[in-house]
């Protein structure tokens, strides 16, 4: 387990479900001698109306987390590398070294909490297949980026409604690509202070800005990430200056 943890929102069986990841092992992925993989299903007692985990259930759902996960994983029996919430449950992720071991692991570790219900499962995953599954996609990884971003102006007492400059990057391996792209965001609202080679690499690069407020990000960033793809380059991120909160 690396220390490079994050989450995202999605839909799982047409329901709201929120699923963390260690997205530090994806480069580890198969992990040589865990080919199986095994799930612990924990029933919420207090779930939100949408299924998701509440407030009222916080500090108990964060006991179970720990205590789970360590006796799962205790002596190198297992890797936890996933948690999903959704429809009430919590699933929590594992690769096996021994799947036969987890049914008594799961006891062990959630005998602190008797009062809740869960069951486990396993199955052959020597491929990586469920953490790829649930790795996050494009749109989502930036969405995940513009909430790091937003957290760090919110340290810094930022007044997110507040509109500014707000300046991008987006990156491209043709310059006629980039300059299609500095067209169409043009369109949009957008002023192009630069679109040409880039000084450290062999793509070529678009910088531009436009007024909005940062609590608006994710509106803003997602079609300029599918506008960069669908032109075979990279959205790139943003930045703007901190406009503190009265």
């Given at each position: 387990?690396?220390?490079?943890?994050?989450?995202?929102?999605?839909?799982?069986?047409?329901?709201?479900?929120?699923?963390?990841?260690?997205?530090?092992?994806?480069?580890?992925?198969?992990?040589?001698?865990?080919?199986?993989?095994?799930?612990?299903?924990?029933?919420?007692?207090?779930?939100?109306?949408?299924?998701?985990?509440?407030?009222?259930?916080?500090?108990?759902?964060?006991?179970?987390?720990?205590?789970?996960?360590?006796?799962?994983?205790?002596?190198?029996?297992?890797?936890?590398?996933?948690?999903?919430?959704?429809?009430?449950?919590r699933d929590y992720y594992f690769y096996l070294r021994d799947p036969s071991g987890l049914t008594e692991r799961a006891a062990q570790g959630?005998?602190?909490?008797?009062?809740?219900?869960?069951?486990?499962?396993?199955?052959?995953?020597?491929?990586?297949?469920?953490?790829?599954?649930?790795?996050?996609?494009?749109?989502?990884?930036?969405?995940?980026?513009?909430?790091?971003?937003?957290?760090?102006?919110?340290?810094?007492?930022?007044?997110?409604t507040a509109s500014r400059q707000i300046e991008h990057w987006a990156y491209f391996p043709e310059l006629s690509a980039a300059r299609r792209?500095?067209?169409?965001?043009?369109?949009?609202?957008?002023?192009?202070?630069?679109?040409?080679?880039?000084?450290?690499?062999?793509?070529?690069?678009?910088?531009?800005?436009?007024?909005?407020?940062?609590?608006?990000?994710?509106?803003?960033?997602?079609?300029?990430?599918?506008?960069?793809?669908?032109?075979?380059?990279?959205?790139?991120?943003?930045?703007?200056?901190?406009?503190?909160?009265?």
């Open positions: 387990m690396s220390d490079r943890w994050d989450f995202y929102f999605c839909t799982l069986d047409n329901e709201p479900a929120s699923i963390s990841l260690d997205m530090g092992i994806a480069g580890q992925i198969p992990i040589s001698g865990y080919g199986a993989f095994g799930y612990v299903r924990v029933y919420m007692q207090h779930p939100r109306p949408d299924g998701l985990s509440s407030n009222e259930e916080f500090e108990t759902l964060c006991a179970i987390d720990d205590s789970l996960t360590e006796a799962v994983t205790s002596g190198g029996a297992a890797h936890y590398f996933g948690r999903a919430t959704c429809g009430g449950t959630m005998r602190a909490h008797p009062t809740y219900e869960y069951e486990t499962g396993h199955r052959e995953d020597s491929d990586g297949e469920v953490y790829r599954s649930i790795y996050p996609g494009g749109r989502d990884v930036q969405r995940m980026q513009n909430r790091k971003v937003i957290e760090a102006l919110r340290e810094q007492n930022d007044a997110l792209f500095a067209e169409t965001i043009t369109l949009e609202g957008f002023e192009v202070s630069a679109c040409g080679q880039s000084g450290t690499s062999e793509n070529f690069v678009v910088r531009f800005a436009r007024d909005d407020s940062p609590e608006s990000i994710d509106e803003i960033t997602v079609p300029l990430f599918e506008q960069a793809q669908a032109l075979g380059g990279e959205y790139d991120g943003w930045e703007c200056q901190v406009m503190m909160a009265h």
